[in-house]
């Protein structure tokens, strides 16, 4: 990762020392840093696009930044909301994922894999609500919800890579791992061990999914 690049080196700051803020426990630092984070990121993708402004993308980008300052002032009840916005990301993602599919060169060897990664991601979603416990029917529900609509753009993704490699189906494959895992962090620390590891490896793992976004919007898929 090149960081050369005025809005890349200042995404890489503000993560930084947002991630050590949390490890501080300095609200001051996380005050400062988190908010700057998605707005260079966006800096970053006007800088690296080829060609218009994908206007969906700007849409998922104002999401992030939306859920992040939810989660930065922690008001009540703010996870439905936040599960809302991060939910609605996704299902852009799926549209996009959907416009990347490829069907030549098919085999059953791809099928058997692409089935694997469907019960693989169907039993970590399984796994994963057996440990949020306690929840009213209609958090339950919308995290049933949330979690299959991740399935689903993971599968998709799965299914791209496996058919056409390419760099833009490798960026979303690294987006989409990045996504499963900070929200396996986010039920592991929330319902189930509240170790601050667990918060540290959410947010981190996050704001890398920012980089792998842009490049997969931006990556043109014949390269």
Known sequence: MKT???????????????????VIRNELITLLMKPM?????FYYYLQVKEGKINWLFLVILLSSFTSDMLVLFELPDGNIPIALLNMFCYLIFIYFAIKDIFLKNLSDIKFFYFALIVIGCFTI????????????????????????????LAS??????LNQESNKTFY?????ICFITTDVFYAVYNFYLNLEIFIVLNVTVQ?????????????????
Do not use: Q, W
């Open 37 to 41: 984070i998605v707005p260079a990121v």
């Open 4 to 22: 050369n690049n005025p809005s890349l080196f200042l995404y890489l700051f503000a993560s930084i020392f947002e991630v050590i803020g949390i």
């Open 125 to 152: 979603l399984y796994v994963v609500l057996g440990l949020m416990s306690g929840l009213d029917n209609f958090s339950n529900n919308l995290y049933v919800i949330y979690g299959i609509v991740l399935c689903i």
């Open 172 to 176: 979303a494959l690294i987006m989409c």
């Open 207 to 223: 704001f890398a999914s920012y980089y792998y976004m842009v490049r997969y919007i931006t990556c043109n898929p014949e390269k």
């Open 156 to 161: 998709i993704i799965g299914f791209n890579h």
